[in-house]
């Protein structure tokens, strides 16, 4: 009796399992590679901040008062030339990028796994890194405002050259109400509401490839700068390389922004820099 070939079992085709594992764990791996890139983005910043690079002194001699003990804090103004001025617009730049990113951080990590879920997820590193950069040329902008604001007020011998700090109470005292004002506008509300909440800017204003994650990223950097621009102009107040504002500053600007309490404190804060305006303003006339 003759019989047949014998009957094959199921084929199957060429297995891509061990692929499909690997480009998950790749997947995966990218929030950890993102939150890495950030925190190592964030100590270099807090770094140069600290020593100063290239400045006369650093963030610890101005804080703690080093080298400055029977100056008053007055010296001559300093030499504005084309090298000095990228170094301050370095100095703001960094020192931006160094309170400003634990804020962001979120943002970038919920952008990055929305493109996961997009039609490039192996794009995911280099589009969440060009959102970053567009973020960051927001306060770029914001930098090079602030120092020629710094420049024009040394020259006019409002703010002091070695504490980088206003001389007068009053302009100060002015400063502390205005920004106290802000915290209460609807400006402040609606900026403060979108970086609170991206979710929607995120998904609804998506663009396609590196330019549209640059021109996304910028565009986010704005309404965070709609939200804490007069916060960071009190640096003008405090000293701008003095390390308790920078560090109070940064500090505030993530628990208004990350957490629920956010609202409540910004009201609570607006109220307390309204009444230290008004306090200096008493005390000095």
Sequence with gaps: METGP???????????????????RLLRRDRQVLIALI?????????????????????????????????????????????????????????????MLPSVAPTVLLNAALLRQGSAPGQVRVISLVFLVGYLLAWGGVSAVATLVQWALESAQLVSPMTMSLVETTPGALLL????????????????????????????RRRKGGAGALAMGLEHGLYCL????????????????????????????????LTRAGDRLGRLAGAALIGAGVYLLVIGA
């Design 177 to 204: 109400i205005a920004a106290g004002a802000f915290q209460f506008t609807p400006l402040k509300t609606a900026c403060l509401s979108h970086c609170r909440s991206p979710v929607e800017f995120l998904t609804t």
């Design 6 to 24: 014998p009957i094959a079992g199921p084929t199957t085709g060429p297995t891509k399992g061990p692929t499909l594992g690997l480009a998950e």
């Design 39 to 99: 925190l190592l983005l964030i100590g270099l910043s807090a770094v140069y901040t600290l020593f100063g690079v290239g400045m006369r002194m650093s963030a610890l001699n101005m804080t703690f008062g080093t080298g400055t003990a029977g100056m008053g804090g007055m010296v001559a103004p300093a030499a504005w030339g084309a090298g000095y001025t990228l170094l301050v617009f370095a100095m703001w730049w960094v020192m931006m990028t160094a309170m």
């Design 226 to 257: 709609g939200c804490c621009w007069s916060l960071m102009a009190l640096l003008f107040v405090g000293g701008i390389m003095n390390l308790y504002w920078i560090v109070g500053l940064a500090v505030f600007v993530a628990v208004e922004k």
